[in-house]
Structure formats: C-alpha cells, structure tokens
C-alpha cells in the first residue's frame, strides 16, 4: 500500500512507521476545466463559502462579511432538525447573505459543479474557515476560478497551493476575516493570473505524480509506455468511496494475486 498524503509533514509520519508514501496533495485532482473564470459574469458578493453543514466550517467567523454567498450541503453530521436550524441561523444573519442552494423543505439541494463554479465567479473572493481537515478541495476550485482566498491557520494541507499575493491567512475572528476579504477584494488581481499561477504549481506536482505512476508500473512488469500526460482528469476516475471493510476485502485480496496488483 502506498499513501498519498496531503503535506511533507504526513508523508514523514507515515514513512516513520514504516509506511511506504510520497508527497501528492489531492487537490491535484481538481478539474480545471470545470472550475475557470467566467468574465461574463459580474461580481454581486464580496466572498463565497464552500462548506458542508458543520460545527468544524466555522460559518460564524465570516458573519461579519457585507455581502456574502452560502454554498451548503449535508453529509449526516447533523440530524435533520440540526441541519434546518444551522441554515435557518444562516438565513436570518443578513439579507445581504445568500444561499446559493436550492431549499425544500427547510434543506439545501444540491448543485452541479458547472453551477457552483458560476456562483464563485459572482464573488471576489473564496473563503476556507475550518481549523483542521483534509486539503479541502473547494480551495482549489477557488483558486482555479481565479478567486484570491482568505483562509485561517490551517491543518491538512490546504495551504500548499497558496500565494501570499493572493491569499491571506487571517486569525480566527469574524472581524479579521472581514479585514483580509476586504483587502483582497480591494486588490482586484486578474483573475487570469491566480489561475494560471496556481495551475504551473498544479501541473508541476501532477508531472511528479505521472512519473512516480510510470515508475511503479515499470517495476510491477508493465509493457505499456510511460505514462505521457495526466492520466486522470477528473476526480472520479481516481477517488472512489466505500466503507473501510469494503476497502481492507479489496486490498487483501490484491495481495493474493502474483504481482500484487
């Protein structure tokens, strides 16, 4: 088994116990296709928060903000009558705040990738409030729709990506994030720049990914050519979902056959 891991910092950890691992953040597999600028669209909000219904997104820090848009969504980490009163809490801080999602029945409705990329172009600016967690993809797509990101101090490897010229890590307090999306907004970056910028980062660690990927296949006796551009351009094509026992079954059963794989 070979561990992707979000930061350096985890692929020490893991290789300290013993653990085979390299350096691969998983917003690497963000499409860009999907998530890119629209100069067609106006900008209506000062910042967008792409964030799951949860005590651990702070939705709170980013209160303090004028003009802010909600994207939402539940993944049972709350019961249902949790979930209508966190997006009632959220629907009554202002009337400049704004849920993106459809709501029945008191639940926000999901949305397609196209239509949430067309809400973070409606913004200045992207905002990422959770203090831990994994590389939280919608701070990639963010980037990659050219929106600058505000963010607190961080574990799991969102930062890796980050600019100090368009992203500020600000302190943990609604007024702080108001100050930072302000002065960002204020700076009014080309949204083309962010993008490509943060896309030379991507392409760089993809390339050492396809590299690795060639070399693995190499040693497990493949006759196939190196691997000659990215090989997964969208995320479903690399991540899958299952329940652990689902996943040790698989992985014990690949270790049955003769070249492991």
Same mark, same amino acid.
């Given at each position: 088994?070979?561990?992707?891991?979000?930061?350096?910092?985890?692929?020490?950890?893991?290789?300290?116990?013993?653990?085979?691992?390299?350096?691969?953040?998983?917003?690497?597999?963000?499409?860009?296709?999907?998530?890119?600028?629209?100069?067609?669209?106006?900008?209506?909000?000062?910042?967008?928060?792409?964030?799951?219904?949860?005590?651990?997104?702070?939705?709170?820090?980013?209160?303090?903000?004028?003009?802010?848009?909600?994207?939402?969504?539940?993944?049972?980490?709350?019961?249902?009558?949790?979930?209508?009163?966190?997006?009632?809490?959220?629907?009554?801080?202002?009337?400049?705040?704004?849920?993106?999602?459809?709501?029945?029945?008191?639940?926000?409705?999901?949305?397609?990738?196209?239509?949430?990329?067309?809400?973070?172009?409606?913004?200045?600016?992207?905002?990422? &409030? #959770?203090?831990?967690?994994?590389? !939280?993809? =919608? *701070?990639?797509?963010? +980037?990659?729709?050219?929106?600058?990101?505000?963010?607190?101090?961080?574990?799991?490897?969102?930062?890796?990506?980050?600019?100090?010229?368009?992203?500020?890590?600000?302190?943990?307090?609604?007024?702080?994030?108001?100050?930072?999306?302000?002065?960002?907004?204020?700076?009014?970056?080309?949204?083309?720049?962010?993008?490509?910028?943060?896309?030379?980062?991507?392409?760089?660690?993809?390339?050492?990914?396809?590299?690795? &990927? #060639?070399?693995?296949?190499?040693? !497990?006796? =493949? *006759?196939?050519?190196? +691997?000659?551009?990215?090989?997964?351009?969208?995320?479903?094509?690399?991540?899958?979902?299952?329940?652990?026992?689902?996943?040790?079954?698989?992985?014990?059963?690949?270790?049955?056959?003769?070249?492991?794989?």
């Amino acid at each position: 088994m070979i561990f992707l891991c979000n930061t350096e910092e985890e692929r020490r950890l893991v290789t300290t116990v013993g653990g085979t691992a390299i350096f691969s953040n998983h917003n690497l597999m963000v499409s860009e296709d999907t998530f890119r600028p629209l100069p067609d669209v106006p900008i209506e909000f000062d910042a967008v928060y792409n964030a799951r219904i949860s005590h651990t997104k702070r939705h709170h820090l980013a209160f303090d903000i004028e003009r802010l848009a909600h994207i939402t969504f539940s993944i049972g980490e709350l019961p249902r009558v949790g979930n209508r009163a966190f997006i009632r809490r959220l629907q009554a801080q202002s009337l400049l705040h704004h849920i993106a999602n459809p709501i029945v029945n008191g639940l926000t409705g999901w949305l397609p990738p196209q239509e949430i990329n067309r809400i973070y172009n409606q913004a200045a600016v992207g905002l990422c &409030l #959770s203090a831990a967690e994994g590389a !939280m993809r =919608s *701070s990639m797509e963010y +980037l990659m729709a050219g929106l600058p990101v505000v963010s607190t101090p961080s574990l799991g490897g969102r930062d890796v990506f980050f600019d100090p010229d368009y992203c500020i890590i600000a302190e943990p307090d609604p007024a702080a994030i108001r100050r930072a999306v302000e002065t960002l907004r204020d700076r009014a970056i080309p949204r083309d720049e962010i993008r490509n910028r943060t896309l030379a980062k991507v392409r760089a660690q993809r390339q050492e990914l396809t590299v690795f &990927l #060639s070399d693995l296949l190499k040693r !497990m006796g =493949s *006759s196939q050519p190196p +691997l000659s551009q990215w090989p997964f351009p969208e995320i479903g094509l690399l991540r899958r979902w299952a329940a652990v026992r689902r996943h040790a079954n698989e992985i014990t059963a690949l270790g049955r056959r003769p070249n492991g794989f």
